[in-house]
């Protein structure tokens, strides 16, 4: 460990993982005195594709890319397994060692929380829609953790993909909002073979329900054509896609609809672009995509 007062040498040779608070602040001043550019990826961990893809995006932007890995308790429901949510630290680093990674972040649950923790970040309005209709509380405790991140980390900018669309949406406002000195930089959906959104939770799906799932893109591809060949009611595209979701057995649809892209309010009809977006339950995985429709 390194003392308050002993610089934090950077080299550009090697990954080093931090999991001291103090520690991670003390790397990023320094860093900045040096005028390096900091981009920041912040993960729960179980990395896939997607979060690589995440952090080359990073590497194009920054000189120094710090990955965060650090499942956060307080997102997580009373109805949700926090201890299920899938963990390999030995494999994540070995990825983010192969995509050139400066920086593993990787506190504890009480460096993050220390007794006596009180304060939240809650993001109005937006939290209340699409997954914050069944999952209350569990934005705030996004919000929260990614304030603390990068109060940390001090971020040049930070990528977040677009998978999570209502989780970017929030990140967005509360940086806007709170005059947060950081750019956030959206990112695709990346997918596998097929269209299914890559997510860490595809762990879970068996054979069976991996096909059920790919339904999910199904319905986003018939929507784009629909779109694209001139249907703008925002009720019989919803209709559309429910019925692409309900045609095999087995998927529980939480919710499937269009929205306002800038409020995640459910809209009549399209005028300009429009939020298609879906969360499904198969088996005990739950599942979450969407794309923007544009005219």
């Not at 950077?10 to 608070?21: A, L």
């Not at 109805?79 to 494999?91: A, C, T």
């Not at 009180?118 to 509380?137: A, F, I, P």
């Not at 429009?274 to 794309?291: E, K, P």
């Amino acid at each position: 460990m390194f003392s308050r007062t002993t610089p934090i040498p950077f080299t550009e040779s090697s990954m080093r993982t931090i999991s001291s608070v103090r520690e991670m602040q003390e790397f990023s001043e320094q860093a900045r005195k040096e005028g390096k550019r900091i981009g920041f990826v912040p993960t729960m961990g179980y990395l896939h594709e997607g979060h690589c893809a995440l952090v080359r995006k990073a590497r194009e932007l920054a000189q120094i890319v710090v990955v965060s890995i650090f499942v956060n308790p307080m997102q997580f429901g009373p109805k949700e397994d926090l201890s299920r949510y899938p963990r390999d630290f030995e494999r994540d680093s070995g990825l983010l060692e192969k995509e050139g990674t400066d920086i593993i972040f990787a506190p504890s649950g009480e460096e993050m929380y220390p007794k006596g923790f009180t304060t939240l970040v809650q993001v109005r309005e937006l939290e209340d829609h699409l997954c914050g209709e069944t999952r209350k509380g569990h934005f705030v405790g996004v919000a929260t953790v990614v304030a603390k991140l990068f109060n940390i980390v001090k971020p040049h900018c930070a990528v977040f993909g677009q998978k999570d669309f209502q989780q970017l949406a929030i990140i967005e406002r509360m940086v806007r909002d709170l005059n947060m000195d950081l750019t956030i930089v959206p990112f695709p959906t990346v997918r596998e073979e097929g269209g299914l959104a890559m997510s860490s939770r595809n762990i879970y799906l068996s054979p069976e329900e991996r096909e059920k799932a790919l339904l999910i893109y199904a319905s986003i591809a018939r929507l784009q054509t629909s779109v694209r060949s001139g249907e703008r009611k925002a009720t019989l595209l919803k209709e559309e896609a429910r019925r692409i979701l309900n045609s095999k057995e087995g998927i529980a649809i939480e919710y499937a609809g269009i929205y306002d892209p800038e409020t995640l309010t459910g809209i009549e009809s399209i005028d300009h672009k429009a939020l298609y977006a879906a969360a499904v339950r198969i088996g005990n995985t739950r599942l979450i995509d969407n794309i923007i429709l544009e005219v």
